[in-house]
Structure formats: structure tokens, C-alpha cells
């Protein structure tokens, strides 16, 4: 994207921030009212979503649903004697969504992606791997352009891909960990290493017949090694040595968080970066009770989880603190928001993931705020009326919105005589700062309204405005790194609170704030990331730079 395209987008972007549809909604609907219906239909299910650097998020579900509600454009068809449903296809399984404009167009996939992963990479392409039957081995490549379509390559993995987890690393290259009967890691792009590498904690953590070890989370240390979390516990893993050098202690009670017991998880923000000892904070949130899965093919659907676990994974003797939710939830997705918090969406009440086997929708979000004392952390909101269940998405927004969409839990698209019939709607969960009681402590970027690349270790100045009374020591910077969200976990996500090192008093509600950027790709990995400024909580509209 040239510059002069760029701070066009902004500037628009700017402009419809301060008529945003969700100030309308907050100010003249129903009180509470949070909700946008965006798209009645995409035509596909939001199986899979990542927002890119365009402002656009590229969606997608799988091949071997049949024909889809979206037909590709220009006649095209795809050809493939392997798949279970199409041998013949003229439908889209996949789209890209433009924000700004709220209009999608289709995308083709030429092989199956039905439950794979992906991550961006420092350039901004996303890097998608596997999926099911003949996609289990792809790795397909989407660059963020206004005409691009999906690139594949042939047996780009080592090994069958199939509920994967990935990672980007310091170095640029994507880990890809574990999959169906894979308990093993191996690398993306192959230019360093070829082969897999067994981790034998994938086997451990196994439940026969069940798994309850698959898309584990993983996240990346400030120490350069990664936590990953199977199951109901984690090792933090040295990917180089191949080496386990810590195991963390099994979350209290032993229940299941790892799929098809599908909770979800986040690392907590980033903070106090100058300091020697930055400490890193994991948080999971739902599952299922063990057995559920097992009970729920029989049709007997017990109450999912209620409770959070969090862990300092930084401490040298770290153990899981528990905090119960104010709702039940399974299949839930987990959003760090750009001030620091944590959004609770989508999900059920019982059951466990897999086709038919969720049950009673839970439609409230919820707010975690993670610096609250213990007991005071959640706060329940508003429903949405569309249930979101099995195989549904979330994610952050540049404008702060919440984007949501999916849930198809059964074989195909039905949408007539079942419970919960296939969704193909996008909706928008406007999070409470949006109000439009909080505009005069909004802040506003004002420049510089495009980067071209910002550096590590280095003072960043940003010229901001905010109309009301300004409280410094409640101003601060936050970067986020958007992620690839499927099967309720966010992979890669990311949020890093520079902080507020200074404060300029310029003119006509105009202020200089500096802060220091990431010291090392440990903290940040490089990529392009959402830089927001927050004041008393409520951040700006963000915009795009990229740490390099």
C-alpha cells in the first residue's frame, strides 16, 4: 500500500470514527445496546478469520462442506478429484471482508482448510498450513492486496496438519505445533530446519479416544522459549534445543481446556518493559468437565466450566490463581482489547466442541479487567440474539470493535431442522469505551498518520489530541498484534503497553507523548502491529505500524 493510499485510508478512517455506527448504537438504541448486524450473509462460515494490514480480514471454512452461498466470480470453478463432497466447486469457501466499507468479495482455496492455523508474517502476508484430506500438507500464502487470492504449495509440511497450532517466532519463521496424532513440532519456511521434532508432552497429554490436546496455546516468553498449554497443563519449551526446561503444575481439578474440551486462553499484556524482570501472565478461561465430550455423544450435555486459571509463567515456583466467571463457557474466545482488558464471546453453556454437541448458547460477552482485585474482574453485557456456538470467530478491530461471525456445528450448511442452524452473518460487539459519552476523553493520533517501519529500542513521539481535561498519568500507549482466530483460541495475539515515558503540551488540545519501543523481537516479534494511544481507558482508533 503506497503512503499517500494509506494516511487517504486513515484520514477516511478518522472522519467515520467520529460518526462511528457504534455511537449511534450506544446513543440511540435501547440502553446496553452493544450489537451491529454488519452482513445478514457472507455466504460461508466464519470458520477461520484474520484481520491484515489493509484493514480487511480474510475469512474462510472448508471445501468438503458442498456448494456454498457464494458463487466465485467469472465463471470459476475448482477441480478437485480428492474431496469428499465437490469433485466439481463453483462456489467460494473463503472471502475477504473490507472494513471500511463493509462489502466482501470471494476468495478461492483450492484445497481443503477445514481446521488449520496460520500466522502473519513480518511483511504482512498471512501464512496458512494444512487443514483435512488433501490439504493436511498446504501451506497457502494471502498477501494483503486489493485483487490477491490464495496461493498454495504443494507438501509445503513435513507432516499432516489437521488442528495445529502456529507461532511466530523472533526470527520471522512460523513454529507449527501438534495436530491430530502429530506430537511433534516442526518449522515454516524450511530454510533452517527440514524435519520434525517430537514433543513427547503432546503424547502425555492425550486422552485416548477424547484428545483434549488439540490447537494447544502457545505462547511466546520474554525469554525467547515457548508456554505451551495442552490439555490442563504446560511445559515451557526451548523449540531450538527441543528441549522442555520448565513443566508447569496441572490447573486445579484437572479438567480439560484443550480441544474438543475447547476453552480459551490469552497471554496478559506486556508491561513495565525498561524493567530487568518483566514478568508474563497466562490466563485460561472455560473448558469442559471431563468426559463431557464422551457424554455429549450420547446426548447428554453437562454444564461447561465457570472457571479461570491464571498463572505468572515468569515466577520461579508459579501457581495457578482461580477465579470464577459470572457465566459458563465452552468454545469461547478470549480478545485482549486495545486498553488491556479481556473480552469473554461466544460460546455454550454445556456440551463440548464437535458437531451437535454444544448446547444452550451463551450470549452475553464479558469484560475481564486484569489489574482488578480478584472477585471484582468481570462484568457481564449485553446478548447478542444470534447464537454463536460451534466453530465460531472473534476479532479486534482497528476502530476497537469486536468483529464476530460463524458457527456451523454440523457436517454441512444446514440451516433448516436443527437446533442451531448454520450462521453466516458477521456481527460487531461495540465494547463500552465506544460510547459516545467518553468522545472528550477520546484521544485522537494526529500524526504520523502512516510509519513506514518503527525500530526496536528506540523513542517513539506521537502527537496526539484529546478535547477534555487530560490526566498524564492515565495516558499510555498499547501496540496489539492481530490474530489468527479458529476453534476459540486467538493465535499470536499480542498486546504490549509501551507506557507513557513523556508528556508535551502543544496547542488547541494537542499533545507530544514519547515512549520507548520493544527492546527485542522476545517482546514483540516483527510485524505490523495496532498502535493505540489510551486515555482513563478509553483508547483512540488505532493505526498500523511496522516493528522491524
Known sequence: MSSLTFISSVLLFQLL??????HRILTSAAPGERWQLLQKSIGISAMHMQLLSNDRVVVFDRTDFGPSNLPLPEGKCRFDLNDTALKQDCTAHSIEYDVLSNKFRPLMVQTDVWCSSGAVTPNGDLVQTGGFNDGERKVRVFSPCSSCDWQESNNGLAARRWYSTNHILPDGRQIIIGGRKQFNYEFVPKNIAANTFDLPFLFETNDREVENNLYPFVFLNIDG????F??????????VKNKVIKRYPTIPGGDPRSYPSTGSAVLLPLKNLKASDIQA????????PKGSYSQATQGEFIGALKTCARILITDPNPKWVIDTMPLARVMGDMILLPNGNVLLINGAGSGSAGWEFGWNPVLNPVLYRPDNKIGTRFETHTPTKIPRMYHSTAALLRDGRVLVGGSNPHTYYNFTSVLFPTELSL?????????????????????????????????????????????????WITMVAPAFNTHSFSMNQRLIVLGNDKITALEKSRYNIEVRTPRSGNLAPAGFYLLFVVHQDIPSMGIWVQLQ
Request: with cysteine.
Open 17 to 22: 470514527f467520529t460518526s462511528h455506527p457504534c
Open 225 to 228: 522459549n515457548l508456554f505451551v
Open 230 to 239: 495442552a490439555n490442563n497443563r504446560a511445559i515451557l519449551l526451548d523449540y
Open 281 to 288: 501472565e497466562v490466563l485460561v478461561c472455560g473448558g469442559a
Open 427 to 475: 456481527e460487531a460487539f461495540c465494547p463500552p469505551y465506544l460510547e459516545a459519552k467518553y468522545n472528550n476523553l477520546r484521544p485522537t493520533i494526529v500524526g504520523p498518520n502512516s510509519m513506514s517501519g518503527i525500530s526496536y529500542g528506540k523513542t517513539l513521539t506521537l502527537e496526539m489530541e484529546i478535547k477534555g481535561k487530560v490526566e498524564e498519568k492515565l495516558v
